[in-house]
């Protein structure tokens, strides 16, 4: 029963594109699941450290833009470009949560809001490097081999196989005896420091883990789109991607995984309301955050299991 | 002082030298010292107010110490870390019971095992066969500390969910799921029925039994004359009376100060 989700969930994602019709929702799909892999990673910081970044798209973009430089600048192949751009991230990211991490309060939420900011503005400036506003084209596309991710479809199976085993990687996490401090510690700091946690490094570590995620979607994001402009990684972004732990449920992790896909693919639905789809989409965002504050997933599923009691 | 230090005592496990804790102004422990012997409960008692519980957080590294210094087995442990003492052993319960209600008695228990256990974010993430086994033992280690306490039926239950008697045992038992050399509780059967209160000596005597080091701070007289074979008398941050219950019973200050009328 407990792992029974896992596969049921993986057979949909495999078997969903042979019933749908339309290839643009295959884009949309892709992007989800870059978006998955964003906001499980800025979940496991919202709903287990107590901290809210609002610097993800920072993250997102340095991943894009480091994989864009390193591979069609410098002409490093792609593949270890990948890890190296988030391992790179993944250093920026511990030198901001270093300082701001160890003392108490939301100094995170400041740091990452200015550093987005700002690396928004080296994207838009940098122009000799960065390409400027209007962007960066003629990123290399992935393949294997002889085998080239050329199609949606193809770039589906690969990014939905990234996004289920960062869900597998995460679920395992917070099994585990990491897991385990990490909640402890958001849910009762000085308990859990009495107890033995160093909660500092652990929050500095989560933060870490999660900017490289999103580093990973950023670098997958570039050789998939192949052209990235600055305001795909603005703090608007940025918003979005806490909306989306949000509204799926802090401390969730499948909640991350359904909040990020339905709300990457709300615009889409929405499409067909056009000027009010903004309107809309706020509307329905506001409405979960009323009357599901601690998202809609955990709402589910206790709604599910009230039903199934009441029925036995 | 009331009676002269024990001859019998070994060497001492704490040692706390002239410490003083500072709040804006107020002193609420000047240049207190004692000793504390293994194997023994020693009740910290006094007034409200008198300093009991910050004594319990500069132990734990939770309030700095201004001044004087503390040492844990002859070393000094002023400046470090709770998270650090807590892993040299010495864990403790809180005044109002501070446990992680977002988790199941067990889990709770599981997490007090954190110092003694060594798996991190990526042998969790990958499930290395390591932290499995890990993993095994924790859990089944936790089951067996949890039978001891009465708690196993329990297990699964959230920490939230189960009585006040349970959450104060529970807290305990994540407590001394870190093998801890020395225990500190505060106030463990604050709120209980009298029936609940001997429930909790029993099991205080219990831990005593098997040799554990235990420092207790608790309002209750009967509980505390009762069960300790120690008591240290605190007034404003002072120390104003130590020795055996039974001769603290006859000081006339530590009487005026704090016994009053109860005895
Ligand atoms: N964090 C703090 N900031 C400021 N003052 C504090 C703080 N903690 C304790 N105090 C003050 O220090 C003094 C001692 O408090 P403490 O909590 O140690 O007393 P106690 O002996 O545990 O009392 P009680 O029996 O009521 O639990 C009190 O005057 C209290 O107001
Ligand atoms: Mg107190």
């Given at each position: 029963m407990k792992h029974l989700p896992l596969p049921v969930f993986s057979l949909f994602v495999i078997a969903l594109p042979l019933i749908l019709s339309n290839n643009y929702y295959l884009m949309a799909l892709n992007i989800a699941a870059l978006n998955v892999v964003i906001v499980i990673g800025l979940n496991l910081l919202m709903?287990?450290?107590g901290q809210i970044s609002l610097g993800h798209a920072a993250f997102f973009g340095l991943g894009a833009y480091l994989s864009a430089i390193l591979t069609t600048?410098?002409?490093?192949?792609?593949w270890p470009t990948i890890p190296a751009a988030m391992a790179i991230t993944a250093v920026v990211a511990y030198l901001i949560g270093i300082p701001t991490l160890?003392?108490?309060?939301?100094y995170l939420v400041m740091a990452t809001l200015g550093f987005n900011v700002i690396v928004y503005i080296v994207m838009i400036q940098l122009s000799a490097v960065t390409g400027g506003p209007s962007g960066f084209a003629g990123i290399p596309r992935l393949q294997i081999g002889g085998f080239a991710f050329d199609s949606d479809l193809k770039i589906y199976y690969l990014f939905w196989a990234v996004a289920i085993l960062v869900l597998i990687l995460s679920l395992n996490l917070i099994h585990s005896r990491a897991g385990r401090a990490m909640a402890a510690l958001s849910h009762n700091e000085i308990a859990a420091r009495c107890t033995g946690i160093d909660t500092e490094t652990y929050k500095v570590k989560i933060f870490v883990i999660s900017a490289a995620l999103a580093s990973l979607a950023g670098s997958l994001y570039a050789h998939y789109i192949s052209f990235i402009s600055p305001g795909s990684f603005s703090i608007f972004f940025s918003l979005q991607a806490v909306t989306m732990v949000l509204v799926g449920g802090m401390g969730s992790v499948w909640g991350s995984l359904f909040g990020a896909i339905l709300l990457s693919l709300l615009p889409e639905v929405l499409h067909s309301v056009k000027e009010y789809n903004v309107l809309v989409y706020g509307f329905i965002l506001m409405a979960v955050l009323m009357f599901f504050p601690r998202g809609l997933f955990p709402a589910g599923r206790s709604f599910c299991i009230a039903m199934i009691r009441k029925k036995t | 002082m009331i009676s002269p230090a024990d001859p019998h005592m070994d060497t001492a496990v704490l040692e706390a030298k002239n410490i003083t804790v500072r709040f804006e102004g107020l002193e609420?422990?000047?240049r207190l010292s004692f000793a504390i012997s293994p194997r023994r409960i020693v009740s910290i008692i006094g007034p409200n107010g008198a300093g009991k519980t910050t004594l319990l957080n500069a132990i734990t590294g939770v309030y700095p110490i201004h001044a004087g210094e503390i040492l844990f087995q002859g070393k000094s442990i002023s400046g470090l870390k709770p998270f650090q003492i807590a892993a040299l052993g010495i864990t403790r319960s809180f005044q109002q019971a501070q446990l992680f209600?977002?988790?199941?008695v067990l889990e709770n228990v599981m997490v007090g095992m954190h110092s003694r256990t060594t798996s991190g974010f990526f042998k969790g993430m990958l499930r290395l066969p390591s932290e499995r086994k890990e993993e095994r033992i924790i859990s089944a280690q936790s089951r067996d500390i949890l039978d001891e306490f009465g708690l196993i039926s329990k297990a699964a239950d959230m920490a939230g969910h189960i009585s006040i008697l349970d959450q104060r045992r529970l807290e305990i038992a994540r407590a001394m799921a870190a093998r801890p050399k020395i225990l500190l509780l505060d106030e463990?059967?604050?709120?209980?029925t009298i029936r609940e209160m001997e429930a909790m000596a029993d099991l205080i005597l219990g831990l005593r039994e098997k040799g554990q080091t235990i420092i207790l701070v608790e309002h209750n007289m009967r509980l505390v004359m009762a069960i300790s074979d120690h008591l240290i008398v605190l007034h404003h941050g002072v120390k104003i009376g130590e020795g055996r219950p039974e001769d603290i019973q006859k000081n006339r200050q530590v009487i005026e100060a704090y016994l009053g009328k109860k005895v």
């Open positions: 709903g287990y450290a600048t410098c002409g490093f192949p792609v160890k003392l108490e309060g939301h | 609420a422990l000047s209600m977002n988790m199941t463990p059967a604050a709120g209980l």
